[in-house]
């Protein structure tokens, strides 16, 4: 069949790179073993498909894609490649390719170095399905080598995210190290200093965007296609909105440590990705200069679930975010009645789901009890400023939620260090039996001892953030003086001094302090 003219023949070239800036020496390489080889059979070339820095484990790859084009609309019926790996490496999409699609569509297909022919019965073409599996696997391996590259160097605090987080950008010196990026990081410190005096996500982002601060997705260029006027905001600065404010307030990298692995990819041939448990991100302390202090950092996670703006709020209230229900631990929604004109509060809980009798109303007139709220604050300071009662009292912040979580993070890396430290005594005992040699043993317990010393790094390092998140005798002083000596207090000084209140059925009032409440 050499020289039939009947076949018009597509030439595909595919290799994977991460530089697109020029060709490789390898597709030149495709590209003359190609050539020649039609030369030498006298195939009628009609077309080049070159996709140069593709993976082979999907087929979203531009110039394939033609060539599937130029299948369908008769332009090509004959596909030449180096070997099987060119065409594809996800063996049940080659198999696809090979086995159906080509013989339905009567495309002769032809991998030079593999000796398969699709219009030719050889042995060759028997084990094709074998070959695309082999190719498979290989790309399934490469894949966990450049994983596990990875994270080896997250852990070492290399920063190998293509993109900087908002503040910082990659230092010209060494492309693994962020150094601050002070326009942006000026916008850091302003969102971090609204949120110390109490404001929302949702105030915050309408702060930025009512003085026309440039979003991040502005700086990377990204496309804004919001319904809002010209005369509202320059579509060039774009509009903050409260997911960036919260994903900025709770971003770790902002006090210098390097936060990588909050996603990883369902499998290697698939792009999409999904969200990790926060456990599993890989955290390696101090790796770069930081824009907010640790301790600033820290308190402001305290404050954060007070903050949260309850959707279809128009009002704002003292207390917003501060009620819960003492029965059934759900958040006190505030509302307003229009026709009364009053506030009340209700179980969130209930009223979500009241067909069900899960909890009870807990209805208040919000007036009322933001009154007697401030005023049994206003007892419980004026007592703790009695000086026989302020040094034995007053005593560490409550950080409850935020410190539970820690020490569980704390707990689960100090048993990944006990089970890491039985496995190197095991395979010491390996090497002492002549299970293993020498250079195995070092290799793994060199690998399993960067582990374990990571571990403790990031074990100080959740100790110091629980240590941290306690305030002053001088910090509670300032509030509570601050507190009395104004008519109105602020919302930033009323959530400095209450953790939570707790609201029960029969109107009784529990108010969870920031410090200790002993009287």
Same mark, same amino acid.
Request: hydrophobic share 35%; charged share 30%; proline share 2%.
């Given at each position: 069949m050499n020289g039939d003219s009947s076949f018009n023949v597509g030439l595909y070239i595919r290799l994977s790179r991460d530089d697109l800036t020029h060709?490789? =020496?390898?597709? /030149?390489s495709q590209r003359s073993l190609l050539n020649q080889y039609?030369?030498?059979?006298?195939?009628? @070339?009609?077309? *080049?498909?070159?996709?140069?820095g593709f993976t082979g484990t999907n087929f979203e790859r531009p110039a394939f894609k033609r060539m599937i084009k130029d299948i369908e609309i008769g332009k090509i019926n004959m596909i030449i490649t180096k070997d099987m790996s060119r065409l594809g490496r996800?063996? !049940?999409?080659?198999?696809?390719?090979? *086995?159906?699609?080509?013989?339905?569509?009567?495309?002769?297909? !032809?991998?030079?170095?593999?000796?398969?022919?699709?219009?030719?019965? %050889?042995?060759?073409?028997?084990?094709?399905?074998?070959?695309?599996?082999?190719? =498979?696997?290989?790309?399934?391996?490469?894949?966990?080598?450049?994983?596990?590259?990875?994270?080896?160097?997250?852990?070492d605090g290399l920063y190998v995210s293509g993109r900087c987080p908002f503040g910082y950008m990659k230092d010209p010196n060494n492309k693994n190290h962020l150094i601050i990026n002070e326009e942006q990081a000026e916008v850091v410190r302003l969102i971090f200093?609204?949120?110390?005096?109490?404001?929302?996500?949702?105030? !915050?982002?309408?702060?930025?965007? +009512?003085?026309?601060?440039?979003?991040?997705?502005?700086?990377?260029?990204? /496309?804004?296609?919001?319904? $809002?006027?010209s005369k509202c905001i320059s579509q060039e600065l774009g /509009?903050?909105?409260?997911?960036?404010?919260?994903?900025?307030?709770t971003n770790q990298i902002y006090v210098g440590d390097s936060v990588q692995g909050k996603t990883k990819k369902i499998n290697y041939k698939l792009k999409k990705t999904i969200k990790n448990n926060p456990n599993d991100y890989i955290i390696a302390p101090n790796t770069h200069e930081a824009i907010i202090d640790r301790d600033t950092f820290n308190y402001v996670q305290t404050l954060l679930p007070k903050n949260v703006k309850r959707p279809g709020k128009k009002r704002f209230y003292l207390l917003d975010g501060l009620l819960y229900c003492a029965d059934c631990k759900h958040r006190i929604t505030i509302r307003y009645q229009n026709k009364t004109g009053?506030?009340?509060?209700?179980? %969130?809980y209930y009223r979500t789901y009241s067909k069900y009798h899960v909890c009870t109303t807990h209805t208040n007139n919000y007036e009322t009890?933001?009154? /007697?709220?401030?005023?049994?604050?206003?007892? @419980? $300071? *004026?007592?703790?400023? =009695? +000086?026989?009662?302020?040094?034995?009292?007053?005593?560490?912040?409550?950080?409850e939620d935020n410190t539970i979580n820690v020490k569980k993070q704390i707990e689960n890396l100090e048993f990944t260090n006990n089970k890491l430290t039985e496995n190197l005594d095991k395979i010491y005992m390996d090497m002492l039996k002549d299970i293993i040699d020498e250079s195995q043993y070092?290799?793994?317990?060199?690998?399993?001892?960067?582990?374990?010393?990571?571990?403790? +790094? %990031?074990?100080?390092?959740?100790?110091?953030? !629980?240590?941290s998140n306690r305030l002053d005798n001088k910090k509670i002083e300032k509030y509570i003086n601050k507190f009395l000596s104004i008519e109105n207090p602020t919302r930033e000084l009323i959530i400095n001094l209450v953790e939570k209140i707790y609201i029960y059925q029969d109107k009784m009032i529990d108010i969870i302090f920031t410090f200790k409440n002993t009287t």
């Open positions: 060709e490789s =020496d390898s597709i /030149v039609v030369k030498e059979n006298n195939y009628n @070339v009609i077309e *080049e498909y070159v996709d140069d996800d063996y !049940i999409g080659t198999g696809e390719l090979i *086995e159906k699609y080509f013989p339905n569509n009567n495309i002769r297909y !032809i991998a030079i170095n593999d000796g398969i022919d699709t219009f030719i019965d %050889n042995t060759n073409n028997d084990i094709a399905p074998f070959k695309a599996i082999m190719n =498979d696997m290989y790309a399934k391996d490469i894949s966990k080598k450049v994983k596990s590259s990875l994270h080896s160097r997250m852990k200093a609204l949120a110390l005096q109490g404001k929302t996500y949702h105030y !915050i982002a309408q702060t930025l965007t +009512k003085r026309k601060i440039k979003t991040p997705a502005s700086y990377y260029n990204y /496309v804004w296609n919001s319904k $809002c006027s /509009v903050w909105v409260d997911t960036t404010i919260k994903a900025i307030l009053r506030s009340y509060t209700t179980c %969130n009890l933001e009154k /007697v709220i401030l005023d049994n604050i206003k007892d @419980v $300071c *004026e007592k703790y400023l =009695d +000086k026989n009662k302020i040094k034995d009292s007053i005593g560490n912040i409550k950080f070092l290799r793994i317990s060199e690998n399993i001892k960067k582990e374990i010393d990571y571990n403790k +790094k %990031n074990i100080d390092l959740k100790n110091k953030q !629980i240590d």
